[in-house]
């Protein structure tokens, strides 16, 4: 059944794949419990320490754990150009990994068994479960890095009923040179191995309500942020993406877009989930700040 999988995912260019047993995760009850003291989760986080550890899970054995590698921007995009951060520069990974990974769920209930698909706004901790999987190790950046795509990959999940032969943990740590935590605009990542989402840049180009402070921190880059990763040795040998598949947009000569006109254009697009008000926000900010420096 493992092989038959295997051959499936394969077959939709998936190649890195891992299965993690499904127990109580004790390890890392202790990580949720400390972000909550100290105000670090952000709302994009969803279920509770008891979910995410599968305390009281009694019907999941397994989690087959999958991961699509996405390319990475370069920074010399021309100043007139905003664009999004590469994690959301294509089609919905949403709907495109959860498509990927339809027949396997099919396959997996056409033998009696349950299976459900989980890509990113869910209750698992992915990277956990990634991690279980024997799929990569944690960086200093809180993001998981694989060894052949570094940490340019997006993550999907089954979760199953059926039972398998596990992958291990790798025994293996990034090379704690610090460079993410030193470049991240707003002191997300820090020293004693915590990250605070609320200050990544990240969260701060989707959430609704900004301060002026928060504002300042918007750049070129107007939703979502790839300066931690960007810095990772990790992440050389990462292909860029071509110049024509970046999306980018004329902060000059957009327009205010209509609720309809925005889905039309852009409703393909994962960063088009958050709405036009939030896209137009940061582009705008950007557009100030390009006008200031004209004006100098
Ligand atoms: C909420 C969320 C965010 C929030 C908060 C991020 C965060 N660090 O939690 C915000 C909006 C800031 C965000 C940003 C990004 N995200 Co995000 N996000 C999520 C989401 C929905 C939940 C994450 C979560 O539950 N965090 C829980 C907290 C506790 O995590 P943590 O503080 O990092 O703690 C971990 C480590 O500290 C570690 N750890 C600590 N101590 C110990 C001890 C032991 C023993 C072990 C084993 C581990 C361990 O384990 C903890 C749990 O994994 C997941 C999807 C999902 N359902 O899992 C995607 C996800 C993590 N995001 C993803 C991506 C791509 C991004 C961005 C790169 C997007 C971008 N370009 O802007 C950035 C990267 C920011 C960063 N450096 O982390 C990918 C990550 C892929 C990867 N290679 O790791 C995911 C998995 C989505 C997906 N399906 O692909 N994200």
Redesign the pocket.
């Known amino acids: 059944m493992k092989e038959k999988i295997i051959e499936i995912l394969n077959k939709e260019n998936l190649y890195e794949i891992g299965f993690a047993k499904i127990e109580y995760y004790r390890?890392?009850e202790?990580?949720?419990l400390l972000?909550e003291k100290y105000n670090?989760?952000?709302p994009?986080?969803?279920?509770n320490v008891d979910s995410?550890t599968f305390k009281n899970e009694i019907i999941f054995k397994t989690a087959i754990v999958v991961?699509?590698p996405y390319c990475k921007i370069s920074n010399k995009i021309k100043k007139e150009y905003a664009y999004v951060?590469?994690?959301?520069n294509g089609v919905d990974?949403?709907l495109l990994?959860k498509e990927k990974l339809e027949s396997v769920s099919l396959y997996l209930e056409s033998l009696g068994y349950i299976a459900k698909i989980?890509?990113?706004?869910?209750?698992?901790?992915?990277?956990?479960?990634?991690?279980?999987a024997g799929l990569?190790f944690?960086?200093l950046?809180?993001?998981?890095?694989?060894d052949k795509?570094?940490?340019?990959?997006?993550?999907?999940?089954i979760l199953t009923d059926a039972i398998f032969n596990y992958s291990k943990?790798l025994n293996k740590t990034c090379y704690m040179c610090k460079k993410?935590l030193e470049v991240?605009p707003n002191g997300?990542?820090m020293e004693d191995?915590?990250?605070n989402?609320?200050k990544?840049?990240?969260?701060i180009?989707?959430k609704k309500d900004i301060s002026i402070e928060e504002e300042k921190l918007i750049n070129q880059c107007i939703?979502?942020?790839?300066v931690?990763?960007n810095v990772c040795p990790h992440n050389l040998k990462v292909s860029e993406c071509k110049n024509e598949d970046i999306f980018k947009i004329d902060a000059y000569s957009y327009s205010h877009l209509s609720n309809n006109d925005f889905k039309k254009n852009y409703g393909k697009y994962s960063f088009s989930w958050r709405g036009r008000n939030i896209f137009e926000r940061n582009l705008n900010i950007y557009k100030q700040k390009l006008e200031k420096k004209d004006k100098l």
Do not use: W
């Open positions: 390890d890392i202790n990580v949720f972000q670090y989760r952000t994009f986080q969803v279920g995410k991961l699509m951060s590469a994690s959301f990974y949403h990994l989980f890509v990113d706004n869910n209750y698992l901790d992915e990277r956990y479960l990634a991690y279980r990569g944690y960086g950046n809180h993001l998981l890095i694989n795509y570094g940490s340019f990959f997006f993550i999907g999940v943990p993410c991240c997300a990542i191995g915590n990250f989402g609320n990544c840049i990240s969260f180009t989707q939703f979502g942020c790839d931690c990763t």
